[in-house]
């Protein structure tokens, strides 16, 4: 009890022990309100770390860390660790892009935010190289499967915009024309205003 009392007075929590609730929770329970406290700071600091603060971690394990070693990567001659990351990025885009629907299955599971920081970490250690195996056996079969047609409405999407581009060219032309038209009366305007006085 005495480590558990040290502990509790670092934290300043012992200066409840010697208030009047603290001394009634005292009476009533035989346990001391310091106690009480570190039990409440640490079920408050589980339901930080698995909750909201689990994300902070998540981002930290899942984009600043692989980004710092997408840079390393980079800078060595070697192809293999590119690789490594590019397909982490992949799979990260995925995960990133359909997070509000996963989310929403991630929450039914207990500690979820434990489960994908392990998820995130499964996908670019160098053991479990998670992102090489997800690709290889999910990603990459349905991307061949449907390839001809992703490029197709790809090249559709591309000669639409171009399309939209070169409808909206003339009206371009005529409000930059006017805005410039404007501008120029605005400052011949400004200009005889301060020149006549």
């Known amino acids: 009890m005495e480590a558990l009392d040290n502990f509790c007075r670092k934290l300043y929590l012992h200066i409840l022990d010697d208030t009047p609730h603290g001394k009634k929770i005292h009476e009533k329970t ?3 309100a310091s106690y009480f406290a570190l039990v409440l700071l640490v079920i408050f600091a589980f339901w930080f770390v698995f909750n909201n603060g ?3 971690v998540i981002f930290l394990a899942g984009f600043l860390y692989p980004c ?3 840079y390393k990567a980079l800078e060595t001659p070697g192809l293999n660790d590119d690789s ?3 397909t982490y990025w992949v799979i990260f885009s995925f995960i990133h892009v359909s997070d509000k629907v996963l989310d929403y299955f991630f929450t039914m599971i207990p500690f979820h935010n434990l489960v994908k920081l392990v998820f995130i970490v499964f996908l670019y250690h160098p053991r479990t190289q998670g992102a090489q195996l997800i690709y290889e056996k999910v990603i990459r079969p349905i991307l061949l499967k449907y390839e001809k047609d992703i490029d197709g409405q790809l090249k559709n999407l591309h000669e639409q915009a171009k399309q939209k581009v070169n ?3 003339p009206m371009i ?3 930059t024309q006017a805005a410039k038209d404007e501008a120029l009366h605005q400052a011949v ?3 005889a205003s301060n020149h006549s006085n």
Do not use: D, I, T
Request: aromatic content about 20%; proline content about 0%.
């Open 173 to 175: 032309g005529k409000v």
């Open 30 to 32: 035989h346990v001391k």
């Open 68 to 70: 710092y070693a997408s």
């Open 189 to 191: 305007n400004y200009v």
């Open 167 to 169: 409808e909206a060219q």
């Open 54 to 56: 689990g994300r902070f």
């Open 84 to 86: 490594q990351w590019l």
